[in-house]
T-cell receptor, first 112, second 112 residues
Framework: KAGVTQTPRYLIKTRGQQVTLSCSPI?????VSWYQQTPGQGLQFLFE???????NKGNFPGRFSGRQFSNSRSEMNVSTLELGDSALYLC???????????FGSGTRLTVV | SQQGEEDPQALSIQEGENATMNCSYK?????LQWYRQNSGRGLVHLIL?????REKHSGRLRVTLDTSKKSSSLLITASRAADTASYFC????????????FGKGTRLSVIA
């Protein structure tokens, strides 16, 4: 079966712009979680969506938002980009997070 | 914030040797999971050990869990160059429907 698909793979944006990242989970998985990975902070939890509802939220500013569609596909948006937002953004799909995630390959965002 | 802390941060061994990585965590958990990440890619789920289990095997992987010490170890036997990657532990908090919390990882280099 198809894995978790994240698009785009790479992005370069300028400070102040906004960006939208997309994630298509494994068929049948209703939970989609987003993580930010940086060398200094490791994997930081952004939010989790389950059946189109945000079920959990990490400690990130309101510039970071997300949503989930009825087909379980999810998007995350970052507005007013800052240099510190440069990171690998990982989407993780699961039937239930506590059973384990299947990760996408990530979107590498560079803010210049 | 990180719950799991891996030790060591980096490990370099010769092919054929065993590699041991440790993870400590702070709060009660339902289970603990180990993931592997090849450079710049998504994480791959390796093994899950439940809080009532003490040891689990999967191929060349052996995981132990000591809930009294809040620690786990991952042993990779007969390491291969292809095992070169970062390894992360992730804890599933005892309160349900909450996201996994990842440590900062151990960078393993296996030299041929």
């Amino acid at each position: 079966k198809a894995g978790v698909t994240q698009t785009p793979r790479y992005l370069i944006k300028t400070r102040g712009q906004q960006v939208t990242l997309s994630c298509s989970p494994i068929s049948g998985h209703r939970s989609v979680s987003w993580y930010q990975q940086t060398p200094g902070q490791g994997l930081q939890f952004l939010f989790e969506y389950f059946s189109e509802t945000q079920r959990n939220k990490g400690n990130f500013p309101g510039r970071f938002s997300g949503r989930q569609f009825s087909n379980s596909r999810s998007e995350m948006n970052v507005s007013t980009l800052e240099l510190g937002d440069s990171a690998l953004y990982l989407c993780a799909s699961s039937f239930e997070p506590q059973r384990g995630y299947t990760f996408g390959s990530g979107t590498r965002l560079t803010v210049v | 914030s990180q719950q799991g802390e891996e030790d060591p941060q980096a490990l370099s061994i010769q092919e054929g040797e065993n590699a041991t990585m440790n993870c400590s965590y702070k709060t009660s958990i339902n289970n603990l999971q180990w993931y592997r990440q090849n450079s710049g890619r998504g994480l791959v789920h390796l093994i899950l050990i439940r809080s009532n289990e003490r040891e689990k095997h999967s191929g060349r992987l052996r995981v132990t869990l000591d809930t009294s010490k809040k620690s786990s170890s991952l042993l990779i036997t007969a390491s291969r160059a292809a095992d070169t990657a970062s390894y992360f532990c992730a804890t599933a908090p005892i309160s349900g429907n909450t996201p996994l919390v990842f440590g900062k990882g151990t960078r393993l280099s296996v030299i041929a």
